[in-house]
């Protein structure tokens, strides 16, 4: 089986953030960029699958040269190998989702890890959208996952409670804090 984990190189929380001259960026100036700390989590679900059942593990991240510290960070992890979109522009959700589904489809990732969100930008969808360019089924906001053959048995969160949903391979999983502790 290939498993994939779609990863962003994102400032870090701690970091003092300053907005450009233009408004139109950030400051570069003393930003820090760490690994998503979402992403961490589908990492882990990633290599934690792959011990268990077998297989490829392979991290895709889109942006610049300094998206190899992340990537880096995952091969030290136990990714098995990291492919880098290399795009220096800004991207809309649609755009990173439509890059991201290309590559998943060329390296034939059956099982995808995203984080639930980026730190940066904050907006949840890159996962789903991708999920819907693939025809891949999707399961946000996970907290528990179980892989049993094609059939996924996962705990996401909802407000007030937790619900499990079943579904089947192919499919992408969003993680949630919680859904280990990563190595």
Not at 30 to 51: C, Q, W
Not at 102 to 130: H, R, W, Y
Not at 137 to 146: L, P, W
């Amino acid at each position: 089986m290939k498993i994939a984990v779609c990863v962003s190189h994102v400032p870090d929380t701690a970091a003092k953030i300053n907005i450009t001259g233009d408004g139109k960026g950030i400051d570069q100036n003393g930003v820090t960029y760490v690994v998503n700390p979402y992403d961490e989590f589908a990492i882990e679900e990633a290599l934690k699958t792959k011990e268990k059942l077998g297989g490829d593990t392979v991290v895709i991240s889109l942006g610049g040269e300094a998206n190899k510290e992340t990537l880096r960070k995952a091969l030290a992890m136990g990714i098995d190998n990291a492919v880098l979109l290399k795009d220096d522009a800004y991207r809309d959700s649609l755009s990173v989702a439509k890059a991201l589904a290309d590559e998943i489809k060329s390296q034939n990732a059956e099982l995808v890890f995203f984080g639930k969100q980026s730190v940066d930008f904050d907006n949840s969808v890159v996962g789903q959208i991708t999920a819907e360019l693939l025809g891949y089924s999707c399961v946000s906001v996970v907290v528990d996952f179980k892989l049993d053959g094609n059939k996924i048995i996962a705990e996401r969160e909802i407000e007030g409670g937790k619900e499990v949903v079943e579904t089947t391979l192919p499919a992408i999983i969003t993680a949630q804090k919680g859904l280990n502790e990563p190595r």
